[in-house]
């Protein structure tokens, strides 16, 4: 079983950047394909991105396409966000999750991940 905790977390105003930690630690983050959600107050929760067990396979929310960045460091067990270009509506706590299904595909579903981080905030002011 693999535990997961987020950082990075906070407040920034709009057009700016923050990059999101997930760090897992109980098994080799090389094992598992990990994808980061967000949930806004009264919202649901929202598929952001995605990336493959090798870190070479990754997919975006038409949302965040082209702003957010996800990487992949299986040496460190860690996946990195990185969110540019931030706007008040990316407001959220934004959580990874991992699941170890073969071959890779796109899992934009939150039921189909079985390990969840606990969350971090991020709030962009206007």
């Known amino acids: 079983q693999v535990q997961l905790v987020e950082s990075g977390g906070g407040l920034v105003q709009a057009g700016g950047s923050l990059r999101l930690s997930c760090a897992a630690s109980?098994?080799?983050?090389?094992?598992?394909?990990v994808g980061w959600f967000r949930q806004a107050p009264g919202k649901e929760r929202e598929f952001v991105a995605t990336?493959?067990?090798?870190?070479?396979?990754?997919d975006y929310a038409d949302s965040v396409k082209g702003r957010f960045i996800i990487s992949k460091d299986n040496s460190q067990n860690t996946v990195y966000l990185q969110m540019n270009s931030l706007k008040p509506e990316d407001t959220a706590v934004y959580s990874c999750?991992?699941?170890?299904?073969?071959?890779?595909?796109?899992?934009?579903?939150?039921?189909?991940?079985?390990?969840w981080g606990q969350g971090t905030q991020v709030t962009v002011s206007s």
């Open positions: 999750a991992a699941e170890g299904s073969v071959p890779y595909s796109v899992r934009a579903r939150w039921m189909e991940y079985d390990y």
């Open positions: 109980g098994r080799a983050l090389r094992l598992y394909n």
């Open positions: 990336i493959s067990r090798s870190g070479v396979y990754s």
